[in-house]
């Protein structure tokens, strides 16, 4: 005989049902999918014994058509807050098992409810979606819930970080929330996201297509640019949110988290000095530039699958995080095309929100020219990666390799855009365009005219890519800083985050500008 208080009993009754999500049938379904349960995820993300739950008795109130006969404690989402390496984080883990996770009015006032708690803390927000949107019997109410969820999405924006893991289905207007979001992870042949389904386009348009080829994780990740990366598993997935947490501060008047630097600051890589070839036009590797100077096994690429000709990325320098730019000029040469110009701005804007100081590293000829790319906008796109670089008030850290050519050298964080600090490489050629293009231009006639033409152009163009195309000519009129050694680069770079550590640039008074998006 017992003399625990029923009551209490009760209690532990209940609790232990709510725990059990959409039943052991149900989770062992999940399961056989290779996938994990809601809580279990919970469980990996967070550090061990530290997750409170909140709203956990909540259930749904009724349907328009009556058709939501059993009820369900939690309503197909988890809520709470617990730690990831002992800074505080709110979340919400969508159960598949109940009702295939899709969106209610209540489920929707829980995640709104955790998100307001993660602003009112200051503390990142993370979503470990699993849901196949809303939940039609429940019309309207659930497209609400939606709208307040994506309304938080945009009004906490670059207050606190706000990150998406997607374990699972995420259709129709559910997608616009990981799109609001600041880091969007998924899982290969596990998890994807489109506004209308294969079904949908089928007797629309009559295309035929599968989930995955349609927004699966390579698609995200290498053609649309939603997706900022995919990984092989949902503990990959969740380890990433993780990492990238890790280099971000948890709110925006926070500074990012410093880590003990395994490299010595004074460090200089001799190879540096020998990475650039002599021939202007003969590529080489930027991500062995960027590996050389930041501190070992520091670099955390995003996107690294769409626009591959721009590179961007956290990372830690002398153990400060840090936001990487740069152009690839072993792919396409480096040129900014449209979507390169988003993923720059997107993630200049990103760093500039939680105080990430940005270290821009320029090697590009220019715009990629064609009809295609003027028709699509490519002024409008390049006006939002210069917009990008001249709004951020992060320390900004600038080192020309090779080619800053026109445009591209004035949008990729050049001088008089606010860069605090802009290091050029001896191989630097700062000009208008390339000095075999100048020479077209400038002496068409003197080479039209020569006996020989061909040798007429390279002459010229050789006198005046030694005469203009140079970092010292730009240093004489001041658009570098210093011309230093290229294995000078970390110290250097180092020196100046610390200098500009206490950085003070206010912006005018306004309520926001007007991006040209």
Known sequence: MTNEDPRILELRKIRAKALEGGGEERNAKQRAKGKLTARERVE?????????????FITHQ????????????????????????????????????????????????????????AVRNGVPFISLIDSGGARIQEGVRSMGGYAEIFRRNAQYSGVVPQVSVMLGPCAGGAAYSPALTDMVIMVEK??????????????VTGEIIDSESLGGASVHTSVSGVAHVSVESEKAAIDMARHFLSYLPSNNVENPPYVQAGDPLSRMDEELNHIIPL????????????????????????????????????????????????QEPAIMAGVIDIDAADKMTRFVRMCDCFNIPLVTFVDSPGFLPGIAQEHGGIIRHGAKLLYAYSEATVPKICVITRK??????????????????????????????????????????????????????????????????????????????????????????????????????????????????
């Open 404 to 517: 800053a050519y026109g445009g591209a050298y004035v949008v990729m964080s050049s001088k008089y855009l606010g860069t605090d600090v802009t290091y050029a490489w001896p191989s630097a050629e700062i000009a208008v365009i390339g000095a075999e293009g100048a020479a077209n231009i400038l002496f068409k006639k003197q080479i039209e005219s020569a006996e020989d033409p061909i040798a007429e152009r390279k002459k010229l163009a050789a006198e005046y890519r030694e005469k203009f195309n140079n970092p010292y000519y730009a240093a004489s009129t001041g658009y570098v800083d210093d011309i230093i050694e290229p294995r000078e680069s970390r110290p250097k770079i180092i020196a100046s985050l610390s200098a500009l550590r206490d950085k003070y640039a206010p912006a005018p008074p306004r309520k926001h500008g007007n991006i040209p998006v």
């Open 279 to 326: 021939e202007a036009t003969e590529p080489y590797v930027m991500h062995q530039v960027i590996e050389k100077i930041i501190d070992t096994g520091t670099f955390l690429e995003i996107q690294p699958d769409w626009a591959r000709n721009a590179i961007i990325g956290l990372a830690r320098i002398g153990g400060h995080s840090v936001g990487i730019v740069g």
């Open 44 to 56: 990996l993300l967070l550090d061990p014994g530290t997750f409170n739950e909140i709203e956990p």
């Open 62 to 117: 009724g349907d328009e058509m009556d058709l939501l006969k059993e009820k369900f404690y939690g309503d197909g989402v988890i809520t709470g807050y617990g730690q990831i390496n002992g800074r505080t984080v709110y979340l919400y883990s969508q159960d598949f098992t109940i009702y295939g996770g899709t969106l209610s009015e209540m489920q929707s006032h829980k995640i709104c409810r955790v998100m307001d708690l």
């Open 190 to 203: 596990s998890s994807f996201m489109f506004l209308t389904g294969p079904d949908v386009i089928k007797a």
